[in-house]
């Protein structure tokens, strides 16, 4: 289950939720990070489900950073590279 994408804008467009999921990838992540969406929910006060739903539009919008789907085993896992 494979899904990448680097999109072509800054991210200006993005929701609040969204700026906020993209500030804390941006934040915390290495070379190349893995996250789950209900840790990163726990950290920014959302649902797994929210992250989820908005992770994609940040996959989209984002040049720096290369955000994967990268699997489901209690919960979805995100691969994120710098």
């Avoid at 190349?32 to 994609?56: C, H, M, P």
């Avoid at 789907?69 to 979805?76: D, I, N, R, V």
């Amino acid at each position: 289950m494979s899904t990448t994408s680097t999109g072509q804008t800054t991210g200006t467009n993005l929701t609040e939720k969204q700026r906020r999921i993209l500030a804390y990838l941006r934040s915390n992540v290495d070379s190349q990070t893995y996250f789950k969406s209900r840790l990163i929910a726990e950290d920014l006060g959302l649902s797994a489900k929210e992250v989820g739903a908005n992770i994609r539009s940040v996959r989209d919008a984002s040049t720096d950073l290369s955000i994967e789907k990268w699997g489901y085993s209690s919960g979805t896992t995100w691969m994120v590279e710098r």
